[in-house]
C-alpha cells in the first residue's frame, strides 16, 4: 500500500528513520492534533468522532507515561502531569468542556515546546563536536 501512496511511505520512512527525541516530538505532536479534531468535532457535535480523538490523544499520553525512565527524578513530576493531562481529557470528553482541552493541550504544548529546544540544543552540540574531527 505505502508504494502506492508517497505520503505513507513518507510518514512510514520518518518514522523508521527518527531518533528516538524525534518520535517522541512526534508523539506531542500527535497528541496535539487529536486534542484539536476532539474540540473541533465536539462543536460539531459530532460525538463519535470526538470520542474516537480523544482516545487517541489519550493513548498518546498512555505510551509518553509508559516510557517515562522512572530512574531521572524529573520523570515523577512528568508522570504527574501526564495523569493530570489525562484526566482533563477524560474530563472533557464526558462533559463535553473545551475548557477542559485546552488546559491538557497547553501542558502538552508546553512539553512539546521544552522537548523540541533540546532537541536543537543537542543537534548544536552534535555538529559543533563533528567540526572538530
Do not use: H
Amino acid at each position: 500500500m505505502a508504494i502506492n501512496n508517497p505520503y505513507a511511505t513518507y510518514q512510514n520512512n520518518s518514522v523508521n528513520t527518527s531518533t528516538p527525541g524525534e518520535l517522541t516530538l512526534m508523539l506531542y505532536n500527535g497528541c496535539l492534533k487529536f486534542i484539536q479534531q476532539a474540540k473541533k468535532a465536539m462543536d460539531q457535535g459530532n460525538i463519535e468522532e470526538k470520542n474516537t480523538a480523544t482516545q487517541k490523544a489519550q493513548a498518546i499520553v498512555s505510551e509518553l507515561m509508559v516510557t517515562l525512565d522512572m530512574s531521572v527524578p524529573v520523570s515523577e513530576n512528568m508522570m504527574v502531569l501526564y495523569d493530570f493531562v489525562n484526566n482533563r481529557l477524560i474530563e472533557g470528553n464526558i462533559k463535553n468542556d473545551i475548557t477542559l482541552y485546552d488546559e491538557a493541550a497547553d501542558i502538552i504544548t508546553e512539553f512539546r515546546d521544552t522537548w523540541k529546544q533540546v532537541i536543537q540544543i543537542n543537534r548544536t552540540k552534535q555538529y559543533a563536536n563533528t567540526d572538530e574531527i
